[in-house]
């Protein structure tokens, strides 16, 4: 194993060593070693006999704005937030400025969702992967190796820390066909040192950089503000746990939202219970004998392709803690994840951890978590008992179709990652049930369409895997029923705007009875029901905004209500907004508008920036205070 005492060193090596046509692998999300990336990738720019391949996921940016006003807000915000010398990856801003040279190609099998949309290169070179196909075709690709980012312990010791998930895999896949694989990892100081799997000797690596280069902040999107549908969705989505369970959640409001009602059902269950029966007074009531509400006494496990925040949450809380015997190791895990993203607070729980905590956690393969196939396969399936496999998309099929990550058009949005695994496999196990949350509705500029729709164009979950799907109205359960008994229960937990004509063309189609009738109680489902349950619940210090705290100040909080408000509108009422400001007195947001630099205009556009600003505060319906 060779050391490298500077990025450089190991670019040299890496060119080297692979000659004129570099293939590597990368890991998806955090553990990426962006300095080495971006050293690979401006030799191959500077030298344009090299040719460079890169694979992998989830290339993450520090987001960048799209107007004047944005750059107000997020620029002092992202820099006090990612610090000053925070290497974005050199790749990713050639690629939105379709600037990729010939001599490279970028393949990703999942995108940051949304953010290369209509993009050549980036949706041309997209290769569609369930995320435990992703192994065996790096080695179909013939890569020369992977390069990522490791933990090293106090003592000495190498972890693969956020990202086990893939290497592993294809390690041991390239070892059977007794094919060359250079591992190369570059250690960064503030990476949590993770144990279980992850855990690997020195000699697992062909080189390890350990610089002082290395000290940028690790990437962690800032915490999500949850609002009154995604409070909703969680709130439903809490009520399917069971004790004595096994959970899988991903990143994103909506799984913090369904953590926050977990937590409410296990630390003031008596609150929880009136909440839900109110609930069920005013929506549809779930239809399944499997709804619980009382406290977590044999508490749950966690199997997820991915840990984020929530996992540290119900771990603090005293539910996350019924544990499975880890076979390999004979050691009892709490929890198993293939990769992790989160919050700073996320990071530095995972650093602290120690005893029961650390040894419990066991960060893997992700064939190992997103699959049943294993050596010990009969002992998994034991272990997943009540499983609750909980992902999201973005439409459902009146027959229970999801599309979760592609448009008509055939752009992708993010990709298909585990979520096909995960469905799958609850399939296979008893008591199991897959959960698909997504809101009824998506707005747009004042114009809603119902994302519950009669024929998707492209889907991403086949309707014979149709199992549990949750709106802000309700949870419809709909594994082994009629296709006609499918669309009565997705109508009955779509918006009431749109149901007269999914009940119509469903009865076009012949998959209904014509004489059904849409049930009374359905047709409560409106976004002013929402609004006054939500207030119901804020007014007992439910339903908060950032119910985990925020990373934004209390000012930059009510500047990014009043922006997006904005950023929906069209242009005649960004004109209403900017006519609304000029009868707004500027002291009345002094702090908000010296955080924008724009109390003393200095230019005419400033002005009208001051303005449209102030006229946006004045048209949201009272001064916002998150809870």
């Known amino acids: 194993m060779k050391v490298f005492a500077s990025i450089k060193q190991a670019e040299e090596y890496i060119v080297a060593k692979a000659g004129k046509e570099m293939r590597f692998a990368i890991p998806l999300g955090l553990g990426k070693p962006n300095q080495l990336v971006n050293a690979l990738y401006e030799r191959a720019k500077q030298q344009k006999e090299l040719k460079l391949t890169f694979f992998t996921a989830l290339s993450l940016d520090i987001p960048q704005a799209k107007t004047e006003l944005e750059a107000r807000f997020t620029g002092p915000f992202f820099t006090r937030h990612f610090g000053d010398n925070y ?23 999942y995108f940051q969702a949304g953010t290369v949309l209509g993009n050549l290169h980036a949706q041309s070179n997209y290769i569609s992967l369930n995320y435990t196909h992703v192994a065996q075709s790096i080695l179909e690709m013939n890569l020369d190796g992977v390069i990522q980012l490791i933990a090293k312990s106090a003592d000495g010791r190498y972890s693969l820390s956020c990202n086990p998930d893939l290497t592993l ?89 369904l953590t926050l009602s977990a937590l409410l059902r296990h630390q003031k269950n008596s609150l929880y219970k009136e909440l839900v029966t109110e609930l069920d007074s005013h929506f549809t009531p779930p239809n399944s004998p499997d709804i619980f509400s009382d406290v977590f006494r044999k508490g749950l496990y966690g199997t997820s392709e991915m840990l984020m925040d929530g ?17 390999e190791e004979k050691a009892l895990r709490y929890l198993h994840g293939a990769f992790f993203l989160g919050s700073k607070t996320f990071y530095s729980w995972l650093r602290e ?31 997943r008992k009540n499983a609750r496999f909980y992902n999201t998309c973005m439409q459902m099929s009146l027959l229970g179709g999801a599309a979760s990550e592609t448009l008509a058009n055939g752009n992708v949005v993010s990709g298909v990652g585990g979520q096909y695994n ?57 594994k082994g029923q009629s296709d006609s008994e499918c669309v009565k229960r997705l109508i009955m937990i779509a918006d009431a705007q749109f149901q007269d004509e999914l009940l119509a063309i469903a009865k076009k189609n012949k998959k209904i009875d014509p004489h059904w009738m849409i049930p009374d109680r359905a047709r409560n489902n409106t976004p002013l029901k929402i609004q006054e349950f939500a207030q119901r619940a804020k007014a007992k210090g439910l339903f908060q905004v950032f119910p985990f705290g925020s990373d934004f100040t209390p000012v930059e909080e009510k500047l990014q209500h009043a922006l997006l408000n904005l950023k929906e509108k069209t242009k005649s009422g960004l004109i209403k907004s900017l006519v609304a400001g000029f009868g707004v007195k500027k002291g009345l947001y002094a702090e908000e508008l010296e955080r924008m630099k724009l109390f003393k205009p200095q230019s005419l556009q400033e002005h009208l920036y001051q303005r449209v600003l102030l006229g946006s505060f004045k048209e949201l319906a009272r001064p916002y205070h998150p809870q």
Do not use: C
């Open 87 to 109: 290497p974005r990856l050199s790749y990713l801003q050639d690629l939105h400025k379709n600037e990729v040279p010939e001599n490279i190609s970028l393949h990703e099998f």
């Open 311 to 327: 996992f540290m949450h119900l771990r603090k809380a005293g539910i996350l803690i019924r544990s499975i015997q880890d076979h």
């Open 353 to 383: 951890l120690e005893g029961e905590d650390f040894d419990g956690l066991s960060m893997t393969r992700v064939s190992k978590v997103n699959d049943l196939y294993d050596p010990h396969e009969l002992a998994l399936r034991k272990q």
């Open 169 to 257: 895999d294809v390690v041991d896949l390239y070892k059977a066909k007794v094919k060359p694989f250079m591992v190369i990892g570059v250690v960064h100081p503030d990476l949590p040192f993770l144990g279980g799997d992850a855990e690997v000797p020195a000699d697992f690596f062909e080189g390890i950089v350990e610089s002082s280069e290395v000290r940028h902040q690790l990437f962690a999107p800032p915490k999500n503000a949850i609002d009154d549908t995604e409070h909703m969705i969680g709130l439903h989505a809490s009520r399917l746990l069971k004790d004595d369970g096994t959970l899988q959640i991903g990143i994103g409001s909506l799984s913090d939202a």
């Open 422 to 478: 995960f469905v799958a496999m609850s399939h296979e196990l008893p008591d199991s049930y897959s959960i698909l949350m997504m809101k009824s509705v998506r707005e747009k500029k004042g114009h809603r369409e119902s994302n519950i729709v009669w024929n998707p164009s492209q889907l991403t979950i086949s309707r014979h895997l149709r199992d549990v799907v949750i709106t802000e109205y309700g949870i419809a359960f709909l």
